[in-house]
């Protein structure tokens, strides 16, 4: 399984105001209904949760074309993480 290679790409932020967290989830169903994207999830990934380094994180949006955010789990907090990264992790769980 895919693993977070270095400090940088998985970032720790600030809990976003709820109209954000709104608009990062609405960005990333816009952005995954777009035919030619980044990655290569579907917006039916939106909500997955899935293990990564030992802890459950949940995805709930993006940030940008190349960064989504997750929260984990156990604690609440809040991440960004490389889509390229994401992509491996959440679509090999289906293989």
Same mark, same amino acid.
């Given at each position: 399984?895919? $693993?977070? $290679?270095?400090? &940088? +790409?998985?970032? *720790?932020?600030?809990?976003? @105001?709820?109209?954000?967290?709104? /608009? /990062? @989830?609405? =960005? %990333?169903?816009?952005? $995954?209904?777009?035919?030619? !994207? !980044?990655?290569?999830?579907? @917006?039916?990934?939106?909500?997955?949760? %899935?293990?990564? *380094?030992?802890? *459950? /994180?949940? =995805?709930?949006?993006?940030? +940008?074309?190349?960064?989504?955010?997750?929260?984990?789990? @156990?604690?609440? !907090? /809040? %991440? %960004?993480?490389?889509?390229? #990264? =994401?992509?491996? #992790? #959440?679509?090999? *769980? &289906? +293989?």
């Amino acid at each position: 399984m895919p $693993q977070v $290679q270095k400090k &940088g +790409d998985i970032r *720790e932020v600030k809990k976003p @105001s709820d109209s954000m967290l709104s /608009y /990062y @989830s609405n =960005l %990333f169903k816009r952005n $995954q209904s777009k035919w030619m !994207r !980044r990655s290569k999830m579907e @917006s039916s990934h939106l909500g997955t949760s %899935f293990i990564m *380094e030992g802890n *459950e /994180y949940t =995805l709930i949006g993006t940030v +940008d074309s190349k960064n989504n955010m997750l929260i984990k789990s @156990s604690d609440d !907090r /809040y %991440f %960004f993480v490389h889509s390229d #990264i =994401l992509d491996s #992790i #959440i679509l090999s *769980e &289906g +293989d």
